[in-house]
């Protein structure tokens, strides 16, 4: 089989974890590293040896022969990077979030198409295991229809180059986008600094969709503990989805209708495998197909819409 070539830039605190996805498929391989910081060049040549490494990718993007290159790289960085290598007509990944202008967004979509590559951002929570359970209970209504869902995500390292909403609420709008399949029909959103720091380190934020469901969600940056915790409030049972358990991530808790203090509680099986691997067999099969059915859908779109509202 024909791997494909890929270019890794910004080996930082999660390029280091899409190094390890690529290079650990049989469908990828990972022929060079590139980053502006001398101390992480050294510590990609020590953990993949065999990889190219360098400073400067537009250097790298010319002379190799890359299908695809995956950008790791500060948010403020993205769109720069991410419209070079489009222009090369190279499919790309780019971290969350794509860029913070809708603007951008748009250049870089219509790029994709016009060069006729594919764009992916990664969203890890599109393809956990956890998540696609939960779509399922929504759409067979098992437990009834859904009426309230609850996000806490807390913990994050602070950025200086965009605020707790595009960095964190990034997750909770593109799972929401994934479950609902719909834009949110009212937005409301605080936000504080409370740490005096340059950006807003945490938001309370409530959305609301037709049909009645109510989301509410709180992101923050400072916290001791970190929570990655999602309640779904069905008529029947409450769903707990929780990222940070490393097994039981679903909890479901059955309502007794004679005392609302007393549930049932039941643990499904899911898929436990790590999102970052499934998105990985996704780009793959995308790249052959030359088709991109999740992202097509102005997903990129939509999300960076909701998040300048709300940020
Ligand atoms: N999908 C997720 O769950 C998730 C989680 C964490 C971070 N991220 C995203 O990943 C991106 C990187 O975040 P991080 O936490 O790894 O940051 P980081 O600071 O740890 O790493 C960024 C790396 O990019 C390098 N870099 C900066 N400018 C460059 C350039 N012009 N050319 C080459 N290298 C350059 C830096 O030297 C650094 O090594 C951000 O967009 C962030 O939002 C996504």
Redesign the pocket.
């Known amino acids: 089989m024909k791997q494909i070539k890929v270019c890794l830039?910004?080996?930082?605190?999660?390029?280091s974890?899409l190094a390890r996805n690529f290079q650990n498929s049989n469908f990828f391989n990972l022929t060079s590293i590139?980053?502006?910081?001398k101390k992480?060049l050294e510590k990609a040549k020590r953990d993949f040896p065999l990889a190219k490494i360098g400073?400067d990718?537009k250097e790298f993007i010319k002379k190799q022969n890359i299908s695809l290159v995956v950008i790791?790289?500060?948010?403020k960085?993205?769109f720069q990077?991410a419209k070079y290598t489009l222009e090369k007509k190279i499919n790309i990944l780019v971290?969350?979030?794509l860029s913070l202008s809708i603007r951008e967004v748009k250049v870089l979509e219509n790029l994709s198409k016009k060069n006729k590559v594919l764009l992916f951002v990664?969203?890890?929570f599109l393809f956990s295991g956890s998540i696609k359970y939960i779509k399922k209970l929504i759409d067979n209504k098992k437990f009834g229809n859904l009426i309230e869902i609850e996000s806490f995500r807390e913990q994050?390292?602070v950025?200086k180059d965009?605020n707790v909403v595009w960095?964190l609420t990034v997750?909770d709008i593109s799972i929401l986008n994934f479950l609902l399949n719909k834009m949110p029909s009212s937005y409301e959103s605080r936000k504080f600094k409370t740490l005096g720091s340059s950006q807003a380190d945490t938001a309370y934020l409530n959305l609301s969709y037709k049909k009645k469901i109510n989301v509410f969600l709180k992101n923050t940056w400072i916290s001791p503990k970190k929570v990655r915790l999602i309640k779904f409030k069905f008529k029947n049972a409450i769903v707990y989805c929780d990222e940070n358990e490393p097994i039981y991530k679903i909890k479901i808790f059955k309502g007794n209708k004679k005392n609302n203090l007393n549930y049932n509680l039941e643990i499904p099986e899911i898929d436990l495998s790590e999102p970052l691997s499934q998105l990985v067999n996704y780009i793959y099969k995308s790249i052959q197909l030359k088709k991109n059915i999740i992202f097509d859908k102005k997903l990129n779109l939509n999300i960076t819409k909701i998040l300048s509202k709300l940020s």
């Open positions: 830039i910004g080996y930082g605190y999660w390029g974890k590139i980053d502006i910081s992480n400073n990718y790791s790289t500060p948010t960085t993205h990077i971290e969350k979030p990664d969203y890890p994050a390292p950025r965009c960095d997750h």
